[in-house]
């Protein structure tokens, strides 16, 4: 039995829950989930990492109230840290060549999101050189983060590491597990079933509510 403090690649984990089981699982208390995940440890800290999407007003606003929530639930427990999207415009297409454009003939404009990553590396990083907790649990299929946790091992020798694979990865990411002494294994459903929100949060203080909304059963 230890402390954990986990670190949640919020969009991550989203496209891995959506491509394996639609959206049933979406109102998620990360929190809880880390306690089903290590169910013998105590929780320390919970830092949960993802930016607003753009252009999608009612995507966003869901996204809004489910953060909401959490925040709500779980009070200092949480941490939630909000990167950007960029605009990017594409202007050819890798496979043809040719020029991506909407209905008006205009270049094709899409989003990428920005500053997460870094930012949850980090996080990861400073925490373990703090001693924030014995077990550092990191959230994530993303082998970008494979750096921060390369630092994690040198500014802490003795820090434990476990990584929970999202959903929707058939196999283990040996990039990440070769950096040594790294446990790994697969977020279940039990967990993400046995870890959603109250359909209804409210808000104590102001006494607003935020209802988990019904495309997300």
């Known amino acids: 039995m230890g402390t954990v403090a986990a670190y949640i690649d919020g969009f991550n984990l989203y496209y891995g829950m959506k491509s394996k089981y639609g959206r049933k699982h979406m109102w998620l208390d990360v929190v809880e989930l880390v306690r089903q995940l290590r169910s013998k440890d105590t929780v320390a800290s919970v830092h949960y990492f993802t930016a607003i999407v753009k252009n999608e007003p009612a995507a966003a606003q869901n996204q809004t109230n489910y953060i909401e929530a959490m925040k709500i639930r779980n009070g200092a427990a949480l941490t939630v840290h909000l990167g950007r999207f960029k605009e990017r415009t594409t202007r050819d297409c890798r496979r043809c060549g040719q020029s991506y454009t909407c209905g008006c003939g205009r270049p094709y404009k899409s ?7 870094v930012a949850l590396g980090a996080t990861m990083v400073a925490d373990a050189a703090l001693r924030v907790a014995d077990i550092t649990l990191l959230i994530s299929a993303d082998t970008d983060l494979a750096p921060a946790l390369e630092t994690v091992k040198q500014v802490n020798p003795a820090q434990l590491i476990y990584l929970a694979m999202p959903p929707g990865n058939t196999r283990a990411s040996s990039h990440l597990t070769s950096i040594g002494n790294i446990g790994q294994f697969f977020i279940r459903e039990r967990a993400l079933r046995s870890a959603q ?4 949060v409210a808000d104590p203080v102001t006494g607003r509510s935020y209802t988990r909304p019904s495309k997300w059963i």
Not at 111 to 116: I, Q, S
Not at 197 to 200: D, K, R
């Open 111 to 117: 989003y990428e999101e920005k500053g997460t990553d």
């Open 197 to 200: 929100l109250p359909g209804i």
